[in-house]
Structures are given as structure tokens and as C-alpha cells.
């Protein structure tokens, strides 16, 4: 069994749907980021980066004690040797899906989160003028799709002709071109690319049903705590050492 520590992010989701493709037994562990559950001392012995997702085999590849990883690039390559799916086969095979995951980890995500974070701050009025970040996250995001799209042009799928753990990885952040300002006609390999994922059962569970009831619409809290969640959230620096 894995214990799966998950939000409904995009990040979380990249794992929901390697476990459903393999069929791996794992169950949900939530980790309400929004409420600041990622920084308790529990999760931060699993996740040092007080960032979700988070695995815990029980029945860790190779024997042994419980195994716990974090990031979802790691987590992926992790249950692509232990399923022996998704990962490529040959070492050119392997290679060529590692290389995509990384890109996924250095830049589409980072660049896309970053993007819909200053969206958002764009719409405080005391958050003053976001222009230049909007230009900056605004061009690269676009930018990374059209890396996307060059390469869907050349195989069916982000790695070429196999579907692996690259299109799982990528696949939520560019599933979520809405939410970032961008228009997915501007990108039809992508398109083309994104339909042909989300058809696949096991990624329409991991999208739409695993761990829906999670789901927390932020204008339902209040003023005082939506206050002491931004206090929790925003601006963290480094934590101390333990004491002792």
C-alpha cells in the first residue's frame, strides 16, 4: 500500500494519475495546503520542503522499511521502475522521458505557477503594479507551450510514440492554459495532445473524481481566516534548526 499525502493541485494530480494508470493500491493522505497542513512537524519528516505531494510505500521497490519520497518528478520515476511502466525501456527510451520530466520540474511548473500567482495578485489593488511580472511569467509561459507544441509536432507523445510518465507530468499544468491566460488554438499540437490524454480512464479518475471531495472554494472562509491563512502562506523564510 502507498499513502499518497495529496491536495487537488495540479502537482497532486500528476501522481493520482501515475497510480491510476499502473493500478498501484494506494490510499489519500489530504494535505490541506490552503490551511498550512504541509508545515506540520509529521509531514515535514516525510517532506522536508513543506511542499505536497508526498509518498510513503509500505511496500517499498527492493524490500525493506516503509520508503517516503517527495517531489513529484521523483515520485514519478519511482513508480515508473516499481510498475516497470511509463518509464521507457532502453536507456534512449529512459533518456528521453527523464529529460521531459526535468523540464517539467525546472519550467513548466515553476513558470506556470508563478504566472497564475501574480494573476492573482494583479487583482489586489494593494499589491501595487504587477506589470513587469505579468509581462515576465506572462512571455515565458507562453513560450514554454509553444516548447510543447514544437515537440507534439514531432512524435504523438511528449517523449515520442509512447505515452510515459512525460505526458503525466505535463499534462495538468497544460491542462490548466485557462487558468494562466492562455489560448490553447494558438497551440494545436497541444490541443490535439491534451484530448488524447484525457481520454484515457485512468487520467479522466486522477482529473475529475480522486479526491473531489477535497475541493474548498476560497470565498466560503472567512475574512479572519483567509487573513491568517495569507500570514501563514506568503513570505516564508527559512526555518530554524530543531532545538537541540
Known amino acids: 500500500m502507498i499513502d499518497l499525502y495529496f491536495w487537488p493541485t495540479p502537482n497532486g494530480k500528476k501522481v493520482t494519475i501515475m497510480l491510476e494508470e499502473c493500478g498501484l493500491p494506494y490510499r489519500i493522505v489530504p494535505v490541506n495546503i490552503g490551511r498550512g497542513d504541509q508545515f506540520s512537524p509529521g509531514f515535514l519528516a516525510i517532506s522536508p520542503n513543506n511542499r505536497m505531494p508526498a509518498i510513503?510505500?509500505?511496500?517499498?521497490?527492493?524490500?525493506?522499511?516503509?520508503?517516503?519520497?517527495?517531489?513529484?518528478?521523483?515520485?514519478?520515476?519511482y513508480l515508473a521502475e516499481?510498475?516497470?511502466?511509463?518509464?521507457?525501456?532502453?536507456?534512449?527510451?529512459?533518456?528521453a522521458v527523464t529529460q521531459w520530466v526535468m523540464w517539467q520540474m525546472a519550467n513548466q511548473g515553476p513558470k506556470t505557477g508563478e504566472r497564475g500567482h501574480f494573476l492573482r495578485a494583479s487583482r489586489i489593488p494593494a499589491n501595487?503594479?504587477?506589470s513587469y511580472a505579468l509581462r515576465r511569467f506572462g512571455d515565458e509561459v507562453n513560450r514554454l507551450y509553444g516548447v510543447l507544441n514544437n515537440q507534439l509536432y514531432r512524435s504523438r507523445y511528449v517523449a515520442g510514440?509512447?505515452?510515459?510518465?512525460?505526458?503525466?507530468?505535463?499534462?495538468?499544468?497544460?491542462?490548466a492554459w485557462q487558468y494562466v491566460d492562455e489560448h490553447?488554438?494558438?497551440?494545436?499540437?497541444?490541443?490535439?495532445?491534451?484530448?488524447?490524454?484525457?481520454?484515457?480512464p485512468a487520467v479522466r479518475r486522477a482529473m475529475d473524481e480522486v479526491g473531489k471531495e477535497l475541493f474548498e472554494d476560497p470565498a466560503s472562509l472567512s475574512a479572519e481566516e483567509q487573513a491568517r491563512r495569507a500570514k501563514i502562506l506568503q513570505n516564508q523564510r527559512a526555518r530554524p534548526l530543531p532545538a537541540g
Do not use: M
Request: with cysteine.
Open 56 to 77: 510513503v510505500d509500505h511496500e517499498p521497490l527492493g524490500g525493506g522499511p516503509p520508503l517516503s519520497i517527495f517531489e513529484s518528478g521523483a515520485i514519478l520515476l
Open 82 to 95: 516499481k510498475s516497470g511502466r511509463f518509464g521507457g525501456v532502453t536507456p534512449r527510451e529512459r533518456y
Open 128 to 130: 501595487g503594479d504587477q
Open 161 to 175: 510514440d509512447a505515452y510515459s510518465i512525460a505526458d503525466i507530468i505535463c499534462y495538468p499544468w497544460a491542462a
Open 184 to 200: 490553447i488554438e494558438e497551440f494545436p499540437h497541444v490541443q490535439r495532445w491534451l484530448a488524447e490524454v484525457l481520454a484515457r
